[in-house]
């Protein structure tokens, strides 16, 4: 979901950022923690409730700008079977995801034993089940299973969306990358405008599109103009209708291209130490399982708060670092040990 063929220490550093934040934000939403936490420090909780969620801005930006360097690097199609790419992306982002469910699931049981609170799942039925195993939740109003997870659902959407458009334009770099130009103009100054489309592609394609164009523009000869060209996209839809959330994709696209066109100039360049250079690269390749597995965390971390009924000042918030140190720990295991081992596996030839 959030990893590149070939790393970069800019991006790595983006995912990191932005996948703590919205762990942040979950920790600062959910349960009696969270309350805790809202007395103690409300203005650091309001902000984390009003702005981190941005994040996944970040991640939609860079994952259009992948999408854009594996299937049309050049502006070219790079594929020729449209249902076998979209059937190996499937692959590759549910069996992790079921996993982590199987882990949400068992935490929520254990929740539901120790403490009441409205924001713990409930026992999943077979339809329920079934909804998520096809990435279809949203779209069919299902109750998700956890937080967050409709990201995945949402990134696959959008991928098939791009792989669809790209494969419509055929090789003809011109037509390929219109037919992208016009969906992401769409989105930006009227799908994005509907409050109750955030379950599909089109809301949120304005920002992947961003994001592939960063792409292309930094492989461009004329990379100036086409970052020129996208800053003034961007400007036209907050013209239209100023978004926060907006202008932090445009932001992320335009910076995200201008470092690629610097390293296809120059090449890349390494400015921090190793060993930090080291623990960003491993802390951004299992960003992905963060976002899928920090909610078991939250729901845990709840269940220690009400069992400890600690009451001296900065207990909430010693409790919260302790869950937020916990949430990259068991990504790191379960990138490890689950998520790798699977992503070797080819079901869709």
């Known amino acids: 979901l959030f990893r590149s063929p070939r790393r970069h220490l800019h991006i790595d550093a983006a995912k990191v950022l932005a996948s703590h934040l919205i762990v942040l934000h979950h920790l600062t939403v959910y349960g009696p923690l969270a309350y805790a936490l809202d007395l103690a420090a409300p203005r650091l909780t309001d902000f984390f409730f009003e702005y981190a969620r941005m994040a996944v801005q970040v991640f939609l930006v860079i994952g259009g700008y992948f999408s854009a360097s594996s299937l049309a690097p050049h502006g070219h199609l790079q594929f020729s079977h449209l249902i076998r790419r979209v059937g190996r992306r499937y692959v590759r982002l549910v069996l992790p995801f079921s996993v982590a469910l199987l882990l949400v699931i068992a935490g929520s049981a254990v929740a539901r034993g120790a403490l009441q609170s409205e ?3 409930a026992a999943p039925g077979l339809w329920q089940l079934l909804a998520h195993a096809g990435l279809v939740q949203g779209v069919l109003g299902v109750e998700p299973l956890s937080i967050g997870i409709w990201y995945v659902a949402i990134d696959f959407q959008l991928y098939v969306l791009m792989a669809f458009l790209l494969w419509l334009g055929g090789r003809q770099a011109q037509w ?4 992208v130009a016009l969906v992401a103009l769409a989105s930006l100054l009227v799908f994005n405008l509907q409050a109750d489309g955030d379950n ?22 004329q990379a100036g103009l086409r970052l020129a060209a996208l800053a003034g996209v961007g400007i036209l839809a907050l013209l239209w209708d100023f978004r926060l959330r907006i202008l932090l994709a445009l932001v992320v696209a335009l910076w995200l291209g201008f470092a690629r066109w610097r390293i296809a100039r120059d090449g890349a360049a390494h400015t921090l130490p190793v060993s930090l250079s080291r623990a960003v690269r491993v802390l951004g390749r299992c960003s992905y399982a963060l976002f899928l597995t920090h909610f078991c965390v939250i729901l845990l971390a709840n269940v220690a708060w009400a069992h400890l009924q600690w009451t001296f000042w900065g207990s909430a918030g010693l409790v919260a670092l302790l869950a937020w140190s916990a949430c990259p720990a068991l990504a790191l295991a379960f990138e490890r040990f689950v998520e790798r081992p699977l992503s070797g596996l080819r079901l869709v030839n």
């Open 119 to 121: 924001f713990i799942p």
């Open 200 to 221: 599909w592609a089109p809301y949120f394609f304005g920002a992947y599109g961003m994001g592939a164009f960063a792409w292309w523009a930094g492989h461009s000869r």
């Open 176 to 179: 390929l990358v219109a037919l």
